[in-house]
């Protein structure tokens, strides 16, 4: 099982950027698939973004698409979460996840989770 360990979030005006990360450990990272969520008050948790083992291949929430880019880096056991033209509405706690199911969107299909980054931004 792979622990995981988010950083980077904080409070960001709108049109701002911020970059978050996730850091790996515990087992073979590059053999899982990757995504982030978001949550916020009120909602379950929303697919923003997932990531192929080999960082060919994204997949991303329409609500984000052209702002927000996922990349990973395997030789630093890393995923990362580059966020520009940042709304209000994308204010949440953002959590890291690994799994082997593909490039999917559904909460259940990940099996590790981070504790979560809050990024607030302000209008």
């Known amino acids: 099982q792979v622990q995981l360990v988010e950083s980077g979030g904080g409070l960001v005006q709108a049109e701002g950027s911020l970059r978050l990360s996730c850091a790996a450990s515990?087992?073979?990272?590059?053999?899982?698939?990757m995504a982030w969520f978001r949550r916020t008050p009120g909602k379950g948790r929303e697919f923003v973004a997932s990531?192929?083992?080999?960082?060919?291949?994204?997949y991303y929430a329409d609500a984000v698409k052209g702002r927000f880019t996922i990349s990973r880096d395997n030789a630093k056991n890393k995923v990362y979460l580059q966020m520009n033209s940042l709304k209000s509405e994308d204010t949440a706690v953002y959590y890291c996840?690994?799994?082997?199911?593909?490039?999917?969107?559904?909460?259940?299909?990940?099996?590790?989770w981070g504790q979560g980054t809050q990024v607030t931004v302000s209008s």
């Open positions: 990531i192929t083992w080999t960082g060919s291949r994204t």
């Open positions: 515990g087992d073979t990272f590059s053999s899982y698939f």
């Open positions: 996840a690994s799994g082997s199911r593909g490039l999917s969107s559904n909460v259940t299909d990940y099996a590790a």
